[in-house]
Each structure stands twice: as structure tokens, then as C-alpha cells.
């Protein structure tokens, strides 16, 4: 599969502000691992989320996912993404967990790139290589 187009840097930028903005807001007082994701999508919009905990750890719900819900409600179910940052507050690496990977190939406009922490900093990885055979409807 051919390499996601790169993003402008001036909108990674922002894309890592956004991420960062959103993470402040994360409810995390289980782990106190705050993260924040930031969604490029089709039209140029920027959409963050963060993550929210819960007693019940189980229902955890991660940045990720949580700004994809955001789009959709902001923008409806056919919202694309172009680029996802991830960030988190704790200086260390992170990246997508395995649910979010799935929930966020569903809305990706073609192979994206994802950037996320790792022990050097930032690096990028495109979705399909995030996850490889994912589900997808035409399985069914
Ligand atoms: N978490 C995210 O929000 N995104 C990730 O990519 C990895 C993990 C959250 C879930 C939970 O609130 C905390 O980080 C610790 O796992």
C-alpha cells in the first residue's frame, strides 16, 4: 500500500496543540495517564478528544475514540479523517490501543498517518500498518 501523503507541518502544529489542549481535560484520576487526540479531517476541521475513566475501569473510553465520537457528532457519520495525532501528558510512549486502531480505520479516508509518543519523541505510523487485517464490513 502506497504511503499516507504527509501533512503539512504547520498543521501537524496544530493538529499537537490540539491534542495537547484536549489532554488537559482528560479525566483520568485511575491511572493519572492523561492523553489527547487530535483529528485532521476531510475539510481541513480539527477535532480533539481526551480520555474519560470511570469507577468501573472497564468502561474507560480513550482519546482516540473520543475524538472520533466527537466528529461524528459535530460533523455526522460520514466524516473522514486525513491524520491522527495522540499525545499524553505523562512524557512517555504511548501508542493506540488495538480498540481505537479498529474504531478509528473505520472512519479513515484512505491509509493515514497516525503520529503518537515513543521513547524518542514522536513518530509516525500509517494506519495499515498500525492494523493490519483489521475487520471491515465487507468481512460480513
Ligand atoms: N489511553 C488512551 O486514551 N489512549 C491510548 O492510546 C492508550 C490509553 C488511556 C486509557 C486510560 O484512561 C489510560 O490511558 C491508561 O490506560
Redesign the pocket.
Known amino acids: 500500500m502506497p504511503l499516507p501523503d504527509p501533512i503539512d507541518a504547520s498543521i501537524l502544529i496544530q493538529l499537537r496543540q490540539a491534542a495537547i489542549d484536549a489532554a488537559q481535560h482528560?479525566y483520568?484520576p485511575?491511572?493519572n495517564?492523561r492523553?489527547g487526540?487530535a483529528l485532521l479531517l476531510e475539510d481541513g476541521s480539527i477535532v480533539s478528544g481526551?480520555?474519560?475513566?470511570n469507577a468501573s475501569y472497564g468502561l474507560?473510553?480513550?482519546?482516540?475514540r473520543?475524538a472520533m465520537v466527537q466528529a461524528i457528532a459535530r460533523f455526522g457519520p460520514r466524516v473522514r479523517v486525513r491524520a491522527v495525532v495522540?499525545t499524553?501528558l505523562n512524557q512517555t510512549a504511548?501508542?493506540?490501543?488495538g480498540a481505537?486502531r479498529q474504531f478509528l480505520a473505520e472512519f479513515a479516508a484512505a491509509d493515514v498517518p497516525v503520529y503518537?509518543p515513543d521513547a524518542n519523541g514522536e513518530v509516525m505510523q500509517p494506519i495499515s500498518a498500525l492494523l493490519p487485517f483489521g475487520f471491515s464490513s465487507a468481512s460480513l
Open positions: 482528560a483520568a485511575y491511572s495517564f492523553v487526540a481526551c480520555n474519560v475513566e474507560t473510553i480513550c482519546a482516540e473520543s495522540v499524553n504511548s501508542s493506540p490501543c481505537c503518537f
